[in-house]
């Protein structure tokens, strides 16, 4: 449970960091996906970057023993023309945007977003991805990122590809599904 004042913003971004041997690093800056205030994915890339924010805390993270991948929640808010960045929330775990990233950073894509989407098939082997599927040559297409939860009608799928194309592949998913 999250017990915070509602925050008008334009948007929520995931700032992720990974502590590496040589100290910790900026991993990705990814925008969130909601539904209502629900989080249900998110894009790459965005526009925001406001590492300045968050960074202090992540090097103190760092410096009290935190490992792996971690991040930051951070309101982009509008006011009068000014942009505003907002920490709003410490990960200190892979979150929602962590498995997303590391696939796309394997996989040299470029551009994604990754979303949880339902479904009334119950199995995996019911759904017909086969045409869709990544591309490495033309870096589109879908990846399954949690196909575990399709016991309870729900796959987690990343859409690579520009804007245009992960609506294209969202729309035709939504119909398969």
Sequence with gaps: MQIQEALTAASF???QYCITPDGVQ???????????YAHIGNRYPTQHQPWDIVEPMAVWMAQQGMKDVFA???AVVEDSGVTRYLAIECNPR???ASYPT????KLKIE?????TFTTSYRSIDRLNIRDIEFNPKSST???????GTVLVGKVAILLAGSIEQQQELQAILKQRL
């Design 111 to 115: 551009s994604w977003s990754c979303q």
């Design 102 to 105: 590391l696939i796309a950073n």
């Design 13 to 15: 971004l995931n700032l």
């Design 141 to 147: 297409g879908i990846v399954l990122v949690n196909w």
């Design 94 to 96: 892979f979150n929602g």
């Design 26 to 36: 900026p991993l990705a800056a990814s925008e969130q996906i909601l539904d209502g």
């Design 72 to 74: 930051f929640d951070v």
